[in-house]
């Protein structure tokens, strides 16, 4: 068997976590959320590929960011939010997917696939978790490169749901493009 010489020699700190979803992993969601709904984007930029979509679709997005003092462990917004989107910092994962079961509301978030096992995510899923999986890995966008995303990922990437899908396990086509998150 082959080593993974990409996933051993990552950056799996917190500085590794900046990378930044591109505009062509978000347009699957589209497809499963009701245009109604208020999403939050609790990791979010004003840049961001999450809040520029689903804001240019017509939907109603709130957004907030760590840079502006929302920390989402202590920051909820005050407005009326219905679903909660985002791709959340990976080395955080098991922070965030219990502080974001505790709202007990729908939300997707876009993490590595291998956050399917673990003692922890078994304690926090208990069977309530649906995934949205692709036929090809998500490139993303880093700090050094906003205007391309960054071809060769070593890692498979997924959403995580809940209340969102219409089963427990859909697979969609990834349709790759470029779009600068940042022009």
């Not at 709904?37 to 520029?52: L, M, V």
Request: glycine letters at 4%; a neutral charge.
């Amino acid at each position: 068997m082959a080593l993974n010489i990409g996933y051993l020699t990552s950056n799996r700190t917190e500085s590794g976590d900046e990378v930044f979803t591109p505009f062509y992993a978000v347009d699957p969601l589209l497809e499963f959320i009701p245009k109604d709904k208020t999403i939050w984007c609790p990791f979010d930029e004003s840049w961001s590929a999450f809040y520029q979509t689903f804001t240019e679709q017509g939907y109603k997005v709130i957004r907030s960011s760590i840079t502006e003092g929302q920390d989402f462990f202590t920051y909820e917004p005050k407005e009326h939010w219905d679903i909660l989107i985002s791709n959340p910092p990976f080395s955080k994962k098991d922070a965030v997917l219990a502080r974001v079961f505790s709202f007990n509301k729908p939300f997707a978030l876009l993490l590595p696939v291998n956050c399917i096992q673990g003692k922890r995510r078994y304690e926090i899923f208990q069977n309530r978790v649906q995934i949205l999986a692709f036929d090809l890995r998500v490139d993303y966008h880093t700090y050094f490169n906003m205007k391309e995303y960054r071809r060769g990922n070593h890692f498979g990437s997924a959403y995580f749901c809940r209340d969102i899908l219409p089963t427990n396990l859909e697979f969609r086509k990834l349709i790759k493009y470029d779009r600068p998150l940042i022009a």
